[in-house]
């Protein structure tokens, strides 16, 4: 199958298996088990705004890849996308980055106010366990490569995951870069979310000490290039094709690596970087060209 | 052992536990695997601030009354109190309750600003989880009631527990209180998190369903009457007995049971509820005395 159409069939499966654990709600005071109707759409708002779903299509194609049960993957790939949505609603709210637009609509505290965008990022994160640990109960057979999986997902998403990475971040604005702390940032903030589909689908689908390396080294060559590119494209991009404002790192004083060592030097990175991840999956053969391709895809995103 | 003793026991295991899970960092950017300092500083500061430790402890007591072992329930019984934690840092801010005052001391945005406030709930939340997960692997031989605690927990701490309770009460603020609403309210926002260590231990220590029934009917009257009396001491009470600011419910116009029944009727409610709750633990005889004695402290709360 060609890569496109096989990205496209994995993101199908993401949003039915999304609409499936957070359906819309109705009342205001709902029946034992479901969640309130205000609580369901400002989730839904945000989860179902039509992203790329990169991180859950990553762990259903390392599942496939080492031949694991994709039907128990589906509930982790749709939780670490619940995870990375909180994410940006608290990342958007005003105490942080204070942005109106996220992938070309209104940021989530912009339509439902700050409380109710709080909350809906609390329920998202809480969610993702939530469903992660019922999964795991349901495929019993598999019980500890479930539970290991939604323990890399929640080492990588946490305070020495991704939100260590967001912590150092904030607390850098303003200051002048530095390659170690930006470094960390990048590792942390970007790269451990996209390491963690990998990390989750290596457990799930009973991978080798081998490949678990190989995968790690791969997210995170990735995740950096990804945020380095990110980078970029606030500088160089369009607002119109980004779907929210750019030059905005400049204006919030972030480390970059643009602002560190220069536009060429950070492309120059940049690629080194992808050429690098895409050495990492050499031990995987033939069965990585989708992970091969994926990656040739994203590292054409930069300008 | 008497009951203030026992609770003091527990009390203090629990200390330990969170600053052994949760210690001082003391880098900006850590080594891998640790919290960046100024991360686990916003966390301690108010995670360590001298709360009474309910949820724990009755996670402990009932895992000591089913004769469960006490080394694998004290993780869960602090992940609960993160959880418990990270509610109140998110419910302080600006866009929620916006109080500058919590356990007699100045809120956690108020000491750290909003962006850390929201990150340190966030690394609570997701912390307790990975927690409750590695702890989990630790005691293998038991990971299936490991796993249904930890989802108990889930449930009761997420969209249909007691997120679902705060969303309610935030959609409510300013509307005439009705029972229904006011009953949903009370379950969800504070019930639940009284039951959830109920039924962790119960899942621990491998409670009959009729040892769980009767748990979660315990809880249910217990955390209703736990807020009665919240709200009868924000009308009653003093600022410098609680910790916090009194007569916070008028100015926001939450619904509260003594503005839909008045002062004396809440009590009434109250008190029965209480009653409620300790004959609930019938079925564990002489074995419930730290529960009823609990019951009988917590009811002695309100004026």
């Given at each position: 199958m060609e890569y496109i159409e096989q990205y496209q069939r994995y993101a199908a499966l993401i949003e039915a298996t999304l609409n499936t654990i957070l359906p819309e709600g109705k009342m205001l005071c709902p029946p034992e088990g479901e969640m309130p109707g205000k609580l369901s759409e400002a989730m839904r708002y945000s989860l179902l705004a039509g992203g790329k779903r990169v991180r859950p299509v990553l762990l259903l194609a390392v599942c496939d890849m080492l031949k694991g049960n994709i039907e128990e993957a589906l509930v982790p790939a749709a939780a670490l996308e619940m995870i990375h949505t909180y994410s940006l609603i608290h990342d958007d709210l005003p105490g942080m980055d204070?942005?109106?637009?996220?992938r070309g609509r209104l940021t989530n505290h912009k339509v439902f106010g700050e409380g109710f965008a709080i909350l809906a990022g609390d329920g998202l994160l809480n969610y993702a366990y939530e469903c992660m640990l019922s999964n795991a109960l349901r495929f019993k057979d598999h019980l500890e490569g479930h539970i290991r999986a939604a323990e890399a997902v929640a080492k990588r998403a946490g305070v020495s995951g991704m939100i260590a990475g967001q912590c150092v971040d904030l607390l850098s604005e303003h200051h002048d870069p530095d390659a170690d702390t930006l470094f960390y940032i990048h590792t942390h903030k970007t790269a451990d979310l996209l390491t963690a589909p990998l990390m989750a689908a290596s457990y799930i689908a009973g991978a080798t000490e081998q490949q678990r390396t190989a995968l790690e080294r791969f997210g995170a060559c990735v995740g950096v290039a990804f945020q380095i590119d990110d980078d970029l494209l606030d500088v160089e991009g369009n607002a119109g094709e980004m779907g929210k404002a750019t030059g905005m790192d400049a204006q919030h004083g972030k480390m970059t690596w643009p602002a560190l060592v220069g536009i060429e030097a950070a492309k120059a990175r940049s690629n080194l970087l992808w050429q690098q991840a895409k050495e990492a999956l050499d031990c995987f053969g033939e069965d990585a060209r989708f992970l091969q391709a994926f990656a040739d895809a994203l590292a054409k995103r930069k300008k």
């Open positions: 204070n942005d109106d637009y996220r």
